[in-house]
């Protein structure tokens, strides 16, 4: 398997399920930051022009909660997205809302310009406001539907290393991550994760003392 990703980028959830999972992957940096995705080469592999996209055997998935999902059932036995009914149905309500609430706010507070594109006369610092004030919001509601112990849905799930990468980008949003405590704890035990270190080492997110250290650009 072939995993475009930006360092940092959503794509560090699928990359740490890869580590996680044992699942044999190549990497292939399309840095966001340096626009490398708004190429003519990258929309033909994903005509969205976002990553990640995973190549598996020739053809292409995108979408990262398709990826999580695609990648737990190659190995179900490992228990990323049980079948249990309501299990999964958490695990999918917490990843709705990081792909379709959390992460589109944080666009827009970290990229207007991305969001506005090449129409003119839009304040970037409004939507910067909006996407700050929708990051919260949607954080506080997540933040209310965790358990005190254990990971988001009990065990750990691919739910949890997708909360751990939005987390991460809490702080340049413009918060202290530590206000939402339930899910700095289970971000933490995330991070500790040996799959998790070593996918942050394969993007280069790691210093040399090992702390995390933010992308260079996003
Ligand atoms: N719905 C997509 C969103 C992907 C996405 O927005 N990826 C970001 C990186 S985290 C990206 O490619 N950004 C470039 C841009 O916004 O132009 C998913 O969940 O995979």
């Known amino acids: 398997m072939l995993l475009y990703y ?3 980028a959503c794509s560090l959830a699928a990359h740490i399920v890869l580590e996680e ?3 044999p992957h190549e990497l292939e940096r399309v840095h966001t930051g340096y626009d490398e995705h708004e190429t003519a080469a990258y929309r033909a592999v994903n005509p969205v022009g976002l990553v990640p996209t995973l190549e598996v055997e020739g053809r292409r998935l995108t979408e990262t909660t398709a990826i999580l999902r695609y990648l737990a059932r190659r190995a179900p036995e490992r228990g990323l997205y049980p079948n249990a009914p309501e299990t ?8 709705s809302r990081l792909s379709t609430l959390a992460h589109p706010a944080y666009r827009m507070v970290i990229r207007p310009d991305r969001v506005v594109k090449a129409v003119e006369g839009v304040p970037h610092d409004g939507i910067r406001a909006i996407g ?5 919001a949607i954080f506080d509601h997540i933040e209310a539907s965790l358990p005190s112990e254990g990971f988001a849905a009990g065990d750990y799930s691919i739910a949890d290393p997708y909360l751990f990468v939005l987390w991460s ?10 206000r939402w405590a339930k899910m700095s704890r289970i971000a933490r035990d995330v991070g500790r994760r040996p799959a998790t270190r070593a996918a942050l080492r394969a993007e280069a997110l790691v210093d040399e003392s090992g702390r995390p250290t933010p992308p260079e650009r996003v």
């Open 21 to 23: 999972l044992e699942l």
């Open 6 to 8: 930006s360092p940092g």
């Open 88 to 95: 999964a149905a958490r695990i999918d309500e917490l990843m």
């Open 132 to 136: 700050q004030r929708d990051f919260g």
């Open 169 to 178: 980008w809490s702080r340049y949003a413009g918060f202290d991550s530590d």
